[in-house]
């Protein structure tokens, strides 16, 4: 940060001064919940429909949503669950859905342009 060259700077004239920071590494990214949108690694746009989701709606959805992620780190790291492995992740999940333990998770719905579904479960720390 360079401070303007008079000494004594104004609160305006010291905001004016900060560089915007640039997308890259190490950057604030929103999470998909807060977002309301992600990209996903195979390039499909999903825009949020409704959440945070009642824990029965959620496992309805762990069942027959088109796709499942897992945002781990609030949403930093998205990890793809596998049809197969849905159930195994809801066990892991559903005892923490909207607790108040350090761990916790939020579910949410998404919708693709083509139709297709998603639960997205986001973990807190």
Partial sequence: MRLPKTGKAGFAELVASLRHAETGEGS??????TAG??????GCRWAKSRGPLDPRLAKRLVRAADDMIVGEGAGAVLRSVPHHDREAAWADIEDRLDSSGLRTYQAHEFASADGRTLVYFEEFC
Avoid: N
Avoid at 28 to 33: E, I, N, Q, T, Y
Avoid at 37 to 42: A, P
């Fill in 28 to 33: 604030l990214v929103p999470s998909p919940a």
């Fill in 37 to 42: 949108e992600f990209v996903d690694e195979l």
